[in-house]
């Protein structure tokens, strides 16, 4: 069955509308909450923020408040039931951690994703083996990772980039992270024949970044980030931020402008798609290395019923 659009950019969405609403009639949060007898502010507060799965019948209530005409009621009650999605993302994603379930619900209901990565591949780009190699050394900082766990949910992510109407995906890499610096070589030989493997997916494009480039005027990013885009031009534009203990998801029109522009100057110094192929190909194509069988069928699962068809609308910033 496919997925609706993303629970999470539709709480975004919905949260923002009624905020708008609410101050639309000159009404404050205290003032609604009494007129609804809630108890206090703080769950119409965390609607609004998108911070929490609204109940249905709680929006009824407000848009009741708000005096909302019948064509703008029923979509904001669409866009509600998407808010409110649960079990079928959770059928379709599977057991993961709540960090990774963050970048699935993105990553599934996204019609257009880049990301630029300075130090490790991206998650969808990952093999088993790169994947554990990662998350063992990340464990030694969070015990209480699920090593396999994590490992096979990297998995159910990359169903996104194999199924019928996958997004279009760009990934703008540092060279280094290409680089078999303190990897075994058997783990850096199947995973950079699984990056040209992938590079033959006509909505995959990987460029790397050369490490002497210098993005517009030697601006460079501080960390990685991931940005995506949704079918629905209303549903907020979002960037990802992975730290070492949280993720920050970023949604402000201002916020997302400057990564953009950081997308368009990574863009303009990485070298082409089909250049990187080749350089990633020559770095493995040595005679005493053999190539994987399959590198894409091996590291990546068959696809899954998932999302609905989009029309793809980042293209200026998919490099």
Not at 222 to 247: C, H, I, K, N, Q
Request: net charge negative.
């Amino acid at each position: 069955m496919p997925l609706s659009a993303s629970p999470v950019i539709r709480r975004v969405r919905l949260g923002a509308e009624l905020r708008q609403l609410r101050r639309g009639e000159s009404l404050t949060l205290e003032q609604v909450c009494g007129q609804l007898g809630w108890a206090s502010t703080s769950k119409l507060s965390r609607i609004e923020l998108g911070q929490s799965r609204p109940d249905l019948a709680d929006v009824l209530d407000l848009l009741d408040v708000y005096q909302v005409p019948a064509p703008q009621r029923e979509a904001l009650i669409v866009i509600a039931r998407d808010a409110a999605a649960g079990r079928g993302w959770s059928r379709a994603l599977g057991e993961m951690g709540e960090r990774q379930r963050a970048y699935a619900e993105l990553e599934a209901g996204a019609a257009g994703i880049v990301e630029y990565q300075p130090a490790v591949l991206p998650g969808l780009l990952q093999t088993p083996a790169y994947a554990r190699l990662r998350l063992t050394a990340a464990a030694l900082i969070a015990p209480e990772l699920d090593l396999e766990a994590e490992v096979r949910a990297r998995g159910l992510r990359q169903q996104v980039l194999r199924r019928d109407d996958p997004p279009h995906y760009t990934a703008l890499l540092d060279e280094r992270v290409c680089a078999p610096d303190g990897m075994p070589v058997d783990v850096w030989r199947e995973q950079v024949w699984h990056l040209v493997a992938l590079t033959e997916l006509p909505h995959v494009t990987i460029r790397l970044v050369p490490g002497d480039a210098a993005p517009h005027h030697g601006v460079h990013p501080l960390a990685g980030f991931s940005w995506y885009v949704f079918p629905d031009p209303a549903d907020p534009r979002t960037v990802m931020l992975e730290t070492l203990t949280t993720d920050l998801r970023l949604v402000a029109e201002a916020d997302i402008a400057r990564y953009e522009r950081m997308i368009d100057w990574l863009s303009a110094v990485a070298l082409p798609a089909t250049e990187t192929a080749s350089v990633l190909a020559r770095q493995v194509e040595r005679p005493e290395i053999p190539r994987p069988a399959d590198p894409v069928e091996d590291a990546v699962p068959p696809p899954a019923e998932e999302a609905p068809a989009v029309e793809r609308d980042a293209e200026r910033l998919a490099g």
